[in-house]
């Protein structure tokens, strides 16, 4: 029973590219939610989805953010004309349903880097 | 504004001695409180959770304890090993409409 699979694991780009994050959830989980860790910070929330929704985007920046969670596939968090300060590790993590007694279960993380 | 606080950035301990790791919270409207663990590289693994209407909940070496009076957890790991050295993030749910991780705790378990 596979994990939450991110990728690609390591993704560098230049500034005013593109940057594109997979995730695919446990098999079973509808329930998607998008993470920023800045180094030496915690995890800052950025969004949540479920198919095809997106729930809750509180945490996304207004700009250059996107996420989407399609019916078939993966979970995409967008992120275009990248700039330095985009460098950080962003995590995705996914429930079966909503709840603290449902705990959310992450990936390894896709770690971006800005030139 | 941070609603969930873990004031120790860092926590070294010997092995075979206890492990407490604090966290604190604002808002009262949280119903479930999780504890993760993180190593480099890797993502939060989930470790244990309490609901709020509990005030303790232990599963094996790990025991977390909730004070809602004093808007505080406490993870307490006994004994503590030297594969328990990792990130601990403390963790908040309020009823799924908002989940809120604190900045997180590295402990280190010196042999």
């Given at each position: 029973n596979a994990g939450v699979m991110q990728n690609p694991r390591h993704l560098v780009r230049r500034r005013g590219q593109e940057a594109r994050l997979r995730c695919s959830p446990m098999k079973g989980h509808s329930h998607v939610y998008w993470y920023r860790q800045l180094p030496e910070e915690g995890l800052k929330f950025m969004v949540y989805l479920q198919k095809e929704n997106?729930?809750?985007?509180?945490?996304?920046?207004?700009?250059r953010f996107s996420a989407e969670f399609p019916k078939e596939g993966p979970s995409i968090l967008r992120i275009q004309q990248v700039v330095r300060g985009d460098s950080a590790a962003y995590f995705c993590a996914s429930s079966p349903?909503?709840?603290?007694?449902q705990p959310q279960h992450f990936g390894d993380g896709t770690r971006l880097s800005i030139l | 504004d941070q609603q969930v606080k873990q004031n120790s950035p860092s926590l070294s301990v010997q092995e075979g001695r206890i492990s407490i790791l604090n966290c604190d919270y604002?808002?009262?409207?949280?119903?479930y409180f999780l504890w993760y663990k993180k190593y480099p590289a890797e993502g939060p693994t989930f470790l244990i959770s309490i609901s709020s209407i509990k005030d303790k909940n232990e599963d094996g070496r790990f025991t977390v304890f909730l004070n809602k009076s004093a808007k505080h957890l406490s993870l307490h790991i006994v004994p503590s090993q030297p594969g328990d050295s990792a990130v601990y993030f403390c963790a908040a749910d309020n009823y799924g409409q908002n989940f809120v991780f604190g900045p997180g705790t590295r402990l280190s378990v010196l042999p």
């Amino acid at each position: 029973n596979a994990g939450v699979m991110q990728n690609p694991r390591h993704l560098v780009r230049r500034r005013g590219q593109e940057a594109r994050l997979r995730c695919s959830p446990m098999k079973g989980h509808s329930h998607v939610y998008w993470y920023r860790q800045l180094p030496e910070e915690g995890l800052k929330f950025m969004v949540y989805l479920q198919k095809e929704n997106i729930i809750d985007e509180s945490g996304m920046p207004k700009e250059r953010f996107s996420a989407e969670f399609p019916k078939e596939g993966p979970s995409i968090l967008r992120i275009q004309q990248v700039v330095r300060g985009d460098s950080a590790a962003y995590f995705c993590a996914s429930s079966p349903s909503v709840g603290g007694n449902q705990p959310q279960h992450f990936g390894d993380g896709t770690r971006l880097s800005i030139l | 504004d941070q609603q969930v606080k873990q004031n120790s950035p860092s926590l070294s301990v010997q092995e075979g001695r206890i492990s407490i790791l604090n966290c604190d919270y604002t808002n009262s409207m949280f119903d479930y409180f999780l504890w993760y663990k993180k190593y480099p590289a890797e993502g939060p693994t989930f470790l244990i959770s309490i609901s709020s209407i509990k005030d303790k909940n232990e599963d094996g070496r790990f025991t977390v304890f909730l004070n809602k009076s004093a808007k505080h957890l406490s993870l307490h790991i006994v004994p503590s090993q030297p594969g328990d050295s990792a990130v601990y993030f403390c963790a908040a749910d309020n009823y799924g409409q908002n989940f809120v991780f604190g900045p997180g705790t590295r402990l280190s378990v010196l042999p």
